[in-house]
């Protein structure tokens, strides 16, 4: 008992540590994105308290005085400030020199201060001027604090002694970091650009599977059954090829179709209609050829999944309706189809979720054009979270628009689980070491 | 090898072969092409090449500008394609026959997740796939790509794996134990062989599918060094300044040619994983 | 099930090998760069530094020391892809030392401490850097510090062809005289649409290539908002102007039921464009003084100024003439040592000087950045780069460094794509834009 238990957590280890890295704790962690606003601004490891001019715009209506007490750059050259710059141990010129000719000197801005700094007869170099004239900054404003104190300690030695209460709403108002927020949810529930999203995803996943994944597929496999076997295994492997075409050189034949200098064009062109772009030129094209290029991959596995179904019908049935002169459409009708029925369902749960996730192809013929006539959830996902023109990445927005999928997803793949009987499947061991 | 006996072979089957064939054209007009235009010039406005030529397929010897080795790029998929194959195939064979035969605790429960997963959009995830290379340190490496790639398609091979495995009969574990070999000599000995074709199956395809690959190493792996066949060609397809579908056809033969012939030479096998491949 | 092991290890060898980083002896430094929108014409964003490398080498062997800069360069041709590889590079620590952006992105990587101010390693008021044009310095600053140098400047004209503007009318003399009434509004998008119109209806250019707009989004777009007089920032605050905006949309929605224009426009292939605008396919268009080069250097339009003239974005109602800048700038990147980024920053400030600036600005027909640049006699001798310079960049606006502009562009984009397309009518897109824009933007964003 115990062997065949060890051996058998120590053999699947190797799936289980795999799973868990690259399926759960992926589903887990966009679940966690998907209640924070991150975007590129906030970063993802976290953020830090900067008193920025927008910043003290935020606080204006909530602690008007502290705003504009905040509001200016200052730099003094104090006594503290030239204590510090001893113990740095610079030359100690610099301290000497700015003791004596420039004590007490106020500068509303780093680059006045800096100036004063750099024309030190034993000239500073540019790092040594930062350096130097952070130790006189009297202000807060645009200085970067890695931690929470830090920025309400430097508030309380400029003489703002601040409530708790107080303290909550600058840091807040200062945060550079993302927070914890639904707004992911209210944004997708209530904009319109999502409900268009989602409608083209409807229409996308329900017209491809019907006419192709299943439709087609079925007219192939049914078509290839009546076939002599070295004729139909051309074809078949004519409409494998889309499949097993690495999706880069599979859109670029489709491009070269359809593109204003390829071959539709040209062809069309002896007929004397002018060449465009077949592809973008309008959103219907754009529809029909992204329906195209994506059933054409999808159309083979129900081939084969139903050649093989209807393979698996005893000869018997169709001589013995032969001898009853059924045609073939009476065939189809009568004696494949209510056998496919089971086939037929699996390929449509499995085939809904692949094409609720693949974005390979659409991505790489139309980028989800023209417009946004194209754009399908999983492709707008990935261009909210990772790809877009302003390269504002707003992987908070993204990961709830993947969550979204991951539901569907689970809640689909249940389904399925259920009509497939997986607890037929598992048989009990015969060894019991 | 003698034609098997077709049912209803009194009905003529030439008009389903014509409509089927009229459907076919455009794939094999597209497939003919691409290997055409590659040693062609093709005057504007016509379809019918007038010259041969091996300009575009220059690549091979000229390092385009800003572009990375092309010979380096084909290095680096083929490491990532075998590298991906040696994973699925250790970890499924494995965990496959773990849940066909072993006795483990949760063993439906974990089947019923490789199921799930199996279909799962997984694909959605790569926000926060990102997130977790980047914390073990895999971001931008081949490595990391390789091992994010098999765990995507691990639970099918798993599944297969179990699949064929229920098909082996018990009785040679069985006469193993009796033997007194252990369980783990016995399957590496007696019932990894068995299964044989599984194995060559579901390799052809893990290569397959990890030669293909596209948006994973997009954005997983996007540096010059880690650069695969397909983000090579996406990147030439995408610059619009140097716009020429024959280099492009040129890179794409180059990259898809491999593919084609282990298609011709284990059609077969690939048949059996494509269509669902439940069944043993 | 031989092979299996051995094509195993055989291929771990081989990821360790490829994986396994050049072996640097203690004096090298490596200084990746990299830069996006970067076209065969825009190689010196990049090779600029093999050039400053080397100086800089020299400068350190006659004071003694040795150094041997290595330059790693990735230009990228677009923009998506660089921008998400650059984000997640840096997010994963793995940033290059210097990339050279658009400015707009100093705002989102300032805040996300992605950058660090250039002006903590480079003295602002030496040698090459004080004789910048202070504008285009103002444009690399963000929260009272200089993030970037500015690696480029351009502007973004409108280009008529010539032979059209010959056809509906115009003599020799009023197309010369063009530019200058445009600067003073008298003629603004209005009479745009309306040549373009006439271009159509005299069958000289096809059905929707009257006015040939960009093909994509892009900075451009925000120029017709300010020519309707739309304002994007006050006081660091973005700005939206709902009538300024609704008169954008409008227009382009004109556009398209005018016919000028198509309605599926956007998201056409970028060679194609460039091919129809290099070859007299359309009639009016815009775009930016780069594709003086793009046009003249690959599209093969030989004679540009026969045949095209240019002028600033004309003024619509409500706004005036204007044009944007979109000035590119060196940045360096955080997590990086002191030493490494010092030395970054010293090969940022040899590579601004004139003569090594001036090699990108005329080959890639952008504009310098600053006085003394004019002078380097490459730049002098260029027509277009002193005829550009002269006409457009007196009125150029540039977008502001905010980091939420991101956000905002995102949001205008998206619905006057939505109008264009006629998805949404104008009122609608910019209800909708102002009400995403309240509910994502919130206090940041001055609505009017």
């Known amino acids: 008992m115990r062997t065949s238990r060890t051996l058998g957590l120590f053999m699947i280890a190797p799936a289980s540590i795999m799973i868990f890295l690259f399926f759960l704790m992926p589903v887990v962690l966009t679940a966690i994105f998907a209640m924070t606003n991150m975007s590129t601004a906030t970063g993802i490891s976290g953020g830090a308290w900067q008193v920025t001019q927008a910043a003290v715009n935020r606080l204006k209506t909530d602690l008007p005085e502290l705003a504009d007490g905040i509001a200016e750059p200052r730099f003094i050259i104090d006594e503290e400030g030239l204590k510090e710059l001893e113990t740095l141990k610079l030359k100690p010129g610099f301290a000497a020199e700015l003791r004596a000719e420039h004590m007490g000197e106020v500068y509303p801005s780093r680059r006045e201060a800096e100036r004063v700094i750099k024309a030190l007869k034993d000239r500073p170099s540019t790092r040594e001027v930062k350096q130097i004239s952070d130790l006189f900054n009297r202000s807060v404003l645009n200085t970067r604090f890695e931690t929470r104190d830090e920025l309400m300690a430097n508030l309380k030695k400029l003489g703002f002694d601040l409530t708790p209460q107080q303290q909550d709403i600058v840091a807040r108002a200062t945060y550079t970091g993302w927070i914890w927020t639904t707004d992911n949810f209210r944004i997708i529930s209530s904009s319109p650009d999502m409900a268009q999203i989602f409608f083209n995803t409807a229409f996308y996943v329900s017209v491809t599977l019907l006419l192709f994944n299943v439709g087609y597929a079925l007219f192939l496999a049914l078509t290839t059954h009546y076939m002599q076997a070295s004729t139909a295994s051309v074809f078949r492997a004519i409409w494998l090829l889309p499949r097993i075409t690495p999706v880069v050189i599979y859109v670029l034949l489709w491009k070269w179709l359809t593109w204003d200098s390829g071959f539709i064009s040209t062809f069309m062109s002896q007929f004397g209609y002018p060449p465009k772009n077949y592809l973008l030129d309008t959103a219907y094209n754009a529809w029909f050829f992204v329906i195209l290029i994506n059933g054409f991959i999808g159309a083979s596995m129900g081939m084969l999944v139903f050649s093989s179904a209807i393979k698996a019908i005893p000869q018997t049935q169709f001589h013995a309706s032969e001898v009853d002169g059924a045609s073939r459409l009476q065939q189809i009708r009568y004696i494949i189809l209510p056998q496919l029925r089971w086939p037929i369902l699996f390929v449509t749960c499995y085939q809904t979720l692949s094409l609720l996730a693949s974005f390979n192809e659409i991505l790489l013929s139309t980028r989800g054009g023209p417009g946004k006539a194209t754009e399908v959830w999983s492709l707008a996902a990935f261009h909210t979270a990772l790809n877009n023109y302003t390269g504002n990445l707003e992987y908070g927005l993204g990961a709830a628009m993947a969550l979204v999928l991951v539901v569907v997803g689970i809640i689909l793949s249940l389904i399925y689980l259920r009509i497939f009987r997986y607890d037929t499947l598992i048989s009990k061991p015969l060894i019991e070491d | ?280 | 099930m031989t092979v299996l092991p051995i094509l195993k290890s055989a291929a771990l060898a081989a990821v360790l090998l490829a994986s396994t980083a050049v072996f640097a002896s203690a004096k090298d430094v490596t200084i990746s760069v990299w830069s996006g929108g970067s076209g065969p014409n825009d190689n010196y964003r990049t090779d600029a530094f093999d050039i400053a490398a080397d100086i800089l080498e020299r400068e350190a062997a006659i004071r003694g020391e040795q150094l041997n800069i290595i330059v790693q360069k990735t230009p990228y041709s677009g923009w998506e892809d660089f921008k998400q590889a650059l984000t997640l590079a840096a997010e994963a620590k793995k940033a290059p030392n210097i990339v050279a952006t658009g400015h707009e992105d100093i705002g989102p990587w300032a805040q996300a401490g992605l950058i660090v101010p250039v002006e903590n390693y480079i003295d602002l008021d030496s040698w090459p850097i004080g004789d910048i044009y202070p504008n285009l310095m103002e444009i690399t600053s963000f929260n009272g510090a200089v993030y970037g140098i500015p690696q480029d400047a351009e502007s973004r004209p409108m280009f008529f062809w010539k032979p059209y503007m010959k056809a509906i009318g115009y003599t020799d003399s009023d197309i010369e005289a063009l530019p200058g009434k445009i600067e003073k509004g008298e003629y603004t998008l209005k009479n745009v649409l309306e040549d373009a119109r006439k271009m159509q209806d005299k069958g000289l250019v096809q059905a929707g290539y009257g006015f040939y707009p960009r093909n994509s989004n892009g900075p451009d777009y925000w120029q017709f908002y300010t020519s309707f007089g739309g304002v994007m920032e006050e006081e660091g605050k973005l700005v939206f102007d709902k009538a300024a905006m609704k008169r954008t949309y409008q227009y382009f929605a004109d556009l398209v039921k005018a016919g000028v224009t198509k309605k599926n426009h956007i998201g056409m292939p970028g060679d194609q464009w460039w091919k129809e605008v290099a070859t007299g396919k359309a009639g009016i268009w815009h775009g930016g003084t780069w594709h003086y080069a793009r046009l003249v250097n690959q599209e093969g339009l030989k004679d540009f100024f026969a045949n095209v003239q240019f002028t600033l974005i004309p003024a619509g109602e409500g706004g005036k003439a204007n044009t944007l800048t979109h000035p590119l700038a060196y940045l360096l990147m955080a997590g990086h040592t002191e030493e490494e980024t010092q030395i970054a920053a010293d090969l940022i400030k040899i590579a601004s000087e004139p003569r090594i600036n001036a090699l990108h600005a005329i080959k890639s027909a952008h504009l310098g950045i600053s006085p003394s640049e004019t002078k380097v006699d490459l730049y002098a001798g260029n027509r277009w780069a002193s005829e550009a310079t002269e006409r457009l960049l007196p009125h150029a606006n540039a977008m502001p460094n905010n980091a939420e502009f991101g956000k905002y562009w995102t949001i205008m984009w998206k619905n006057l794509e939505a109008t264009w397309t006629g998805a949404k009518t104008a009122d609608a897109a910019v209800n909708d834009a102002e009400t995403e824009l309240k509910s994502t933007l919130g206090n940041s964003i001055i609505i009017r």
């Open chain 2, 1 to 280: 090898m003698a034609e098997k006996p077709q049912p209803s072979a009194n009905f003529s089957s030439l008009p389903v072969i014509l409509l089927l064939t009229l459907f076919s054209l455009p794939l094999v007009l597209m497939y003919a092409y691409l290997f055409i235009d590659t040693i062609s010039e093709t005057p504007v406005g016509s379809l019918i090449p007038n010259e041969f030529t091996l300009r575009h397929w220059s690549f091979l010897w000229q390092t385009k500008t800003g572009k990375p080795n092309i010979w380096l790029v084909t290095l680096n998929t083929f490491i990532f394609a075998s590298c991906i194959t040696a994973v699925i195939l250790t970890v499924a064979s494995m965990a496959g026959y773990v849940l066909s035969r072993l006795n483990v605790p949760a063993r439906g429960f974990f089947l019923a997740g490789v199921m799930v997963l199996h279909a799962f959009p997984s694909v959605t995830l790569i926000i926060a796939i990102f997130i977790v290379l980047q914390y073990i340190g895999l971001y931008n490496s081949l490595i990391g790509v390789i091992l994010v790639k098999a765990a995507i398609d691990l639970p099918l091979g798993i599944w297969l794996m179990k699949g064929f495995y229920d098909t082996v009969p018990w009785e040679i574990e069985m006469a193993g134990i009796v033997d007194g070999a252990s369980r783990f000599t016995v399957w590496r000995r007696l019932v990894l062989p068995q299964i044989k074709p599984a194995v060559m199956a579901l390799g052809l395809f893990s290569f397959l599918t990890g030669w293909s690959e596209f948006i994973l190493p997009q954005v997983l792996a996007p540096g010059a060094q880690v650069q695969v066949l397909s983000v090579y060609l996406a990147s030439l397809i995408i610059d619009d300044n140097n716009f020429d579908f024959g280099t492009f056809k040129a890179v794409g033969v180059f990259y898809v040619v491999p593919v084609l012939i282990l298609y011709v030479f284990f059609q077969k096998h690939l048949m059996n994983i494509y269509g669902g491949g439940t069944k043993g």
